[in-house]
């Protein structure tokens, strides 16, 4: 029988992966505060077609400007938190579904230990 179990994925910090990291999250800081910018436009648009609805369009569109906002801190806050993380760290990258085959008189507790993939610059290093 075939069961279906998740894997840790884990990366092992490197000059090169902090890097791209940081890259990566300026650029969704850039495109967050995109948005903002064109949201706040198509509000201003809105509110001259309908000025009745004014203050209906301003509390929709505020609301989705506070939350791209609290995205854009909470990269920030990654982005500082990437400056103190020490090189050789490793850091939690999602998960993958593995397909496990399982027989009769198998340690089932074998089975459902957490296992993870290690990698180090786009190479899988380490399987556990």
Request: aromatic share 8%; proline share 1%; net charge neutral.
């Amino acid at each position: 029988m075939k069961i279906i179990k998740k894997v840790a994925i884990k990366k092992i910090v490197t000059d090169q992966s902090k890097e791209q990291l940081r890259e990566e999250y300026q650029f969704k800081i850039f495109q967050l505060e995109q948005e903002c910018e064109q949201l706040k436009f198509e509000q201003k648009k809105l509110e001259q077609r309908s000025a009745n609805k004014k203050a209906d369009i301003a509390a929709k569109f505020k609301k989705e400007l506070s939350n791209r906002k609290d995205h854009i801190n909470w990269y920030k806050y990654k982005l500082e938190q990437l400056e103190i993380l020490p090189i050789g760290s490793e850091i939690n990258d999602g998960e993958v579904e593995a397909v496990i085959d399982i027989e009769e008189g198998m340690n089932w507790d074998d089975l459902t230990d957490q296992k993870s993939i290690i990698i180090k610059d786009g190479m899988i290093t380490k399987i556990t």
